[in-house]
């Protein structure tokens, strides 16, 4: 039998992180290409940082989303959240998937329009609508969901001077088994304020009550949750035909559903985590067909989820600056894309990778952005390999809120693309400069 050859032991550190099942360190994953594309052509063209769209990861995700609740329920309509990403070309594939829009603004209602989307097909929450707001809604037919009285007194008074019908429904806020319940939006279903509100707009000659909308919260991570919502609506929407020989067109659920993202403070990872969208249809449906609604008088179910929908589609490219060792010892390194353009960074342990191969070694850094404050923290803790100046990281599932929520602050704001089906790009949003300021400003001194 031959000798074994020694073998001198080593003493190896332990990382931070999710092992595999082995209890060994887990690969680096790289991002080297989306759809097709390299990530090093991609930022020579447009620069850095930058973000990237895949037209194909969002019509993919929209027709995932779309299966799992037709093959379910026989009447289902999507509608686009604007707030979540109202970029046009972005809101225009999702018009051309057949969703309708939902906005919570003037602003967003008259880009809804712009973009040729018919008026009796946006759906107008949120609780700040003016009465000029309220009048370009009449006027285009839309359904206005009431967010409190007296908005719904605005309502009746605007509907009167024009001397037309206004088509509404009433947002509702619930005790889903989440908390804190979102309690400053609708009217509350426990304690009877909801059905004070529907026998109101019943007694009001020009509303036309057509619907019922809640919105339970954000990032819901149980599908339950939406079961007890749908529930409750059910109830109202029986209860409103007994009393009134009357049937509504729709229940609205909301949005709210989780994307694959890891929420700060998470132990498991959010791709291992997050529901499914089968896992929330199963619920929802389960909870309208179960209902007392007879079923050929089932409504419309309308849903206006943003960020399950558009999440996995947005990566932002970026370059690194620096490699610094902090006082005790940590590795950092600096990367010239902020919290400026990343919103979301400050709920989420966002997935950054490397663009190609790199050391094998690993260490827990802290990864910060360019900007001169100290909160510009795109991550406080990640397992991640030595990295050289000049090299290019990938940043993913951004494509939520990130490009609506971002501000102008010590640099200007990216170029935006889109990776269409065909692998072509285009910019969607030029990158600023001083001419994108100075064209707004005004200076008495010249």
């Known amino acids: 039998m031959e000798k074994l050859i020694y073998e001198k032991p080593v003493i190896s550190k332990i990382n931070a992180g999710m092992p595999s099942k082995f209890g060994l360190p887990v690969k680096q994953k790289i991002i080297s290409e989306i759809d097709g594309l390299a990530i090093s052509d991609l930022m020579e063209k447009f620069g850095s940082p930058v973000f990237v769209f895949s037209e194909k990861t969002i019509r993919e995700t929209y027709s995932e989303a779309k299966r799992a609740f037709e093959t379910r329920y026989p009447k289902v309509q999507f509608a686009w959240s604007y707030k979540t990403n109202y970029l046009d070309a972005i809101c225009s594939i999702f018009h051309e998937e057949g969703s309708w829009a939902e906005v919570v603004s003037g602003f967003e209602f008259n880009k809804a329009l712009s973009l040729g989307v018919n008026g009796s097909q946006i759906l107008f929450n949120g609780p700040e609508k003016s009465e000029a707001d309220l009048t370009l809604a009449i006027e285009n037919n839309a359904s206005i969901h009431i967010d409190h009285f007296d908005e719904l007194y605005l309502l009746i008074e605007t509907a009167r001077k024009l001397n037309k019908k206004a088509r509404v429904s009433i947002r509702i806020n619930l005790d889903a088994g989440i908390y804190p319940i979102w309690d400053r939006f609708g009217f509350n279903y426990e304690n009877g304020e909801a059905w004070n509100a529907i026998n109101r707009i019943m007694l009001a000659d020009n509303l036309e009550l057509i619907g019922l909308h809640t919105h339970i ?77 007879p079923h050929e008088n089932l409504p419309l179910l309308f849903l206006e989820t943003g960020r399950a929908m558009i999440d996995d589609a947005g990566y932002l490219l970026t370059t690194t600056l620096a490699n610094k060792r902090l006082n005790n010892g940590k590795n950092s390194l600096v990367i010239d894309a902020g919290v400026n353009l990343l919103f979301t960074s400050f709920w989420y342990n966002l997935g950054i990778f490397p663009s190609k191969e790199t050391s094998s070694f690993t260490e827990e850094t802290t990864i910060y952005g360019p900007l001169c404050m100290n909160i510009d923290v795109i991550r406080d803790t990640i397992v991640f390999p030595q990295i050289k100046v000049g090299d290019q990281l990938v940043i993913e599932r951004v494509g939520a809120y990130n490009v609506s929520q971002w501000m102008q602050f010590i640099n200007y704001r990216p170029n935006v693309v889109l990776i269409d089906l065909e692998g072509k790009t285009h910019i969607i949003r030029k990158r600023e400069n001083l001419e994108t300021f100075k064209s707004l400003e005004f200076n008495p001194k010249l």
């Not at 949750?225 to 929407?237: D, E, F, G, V």
């Not at 009393?243 to 291992?272: C, H, Q, V």
């Open 217 to 293: 919260g954000t990032y819901i991570m149980v599908g339950s949750a939406y079961a007890i919502a749908a529930s409750k609506l059910a109830n109202l929407y029986v209860a409103i035909h007994r009393k009134f020989d009357y049937w509504l067109k729709y229940i609205d659920l909301g949005g709210g559903f989780a994307s694959k993202n890891t929420l700060k403070g998470a132990y498991m990872p959010g791709t291992e985590t997050c529901p499914s969208f089968d896992d929330y249809a199963e619920a929802i449906t389960n909870a309208l067909i179960s209902s007392e609604i």
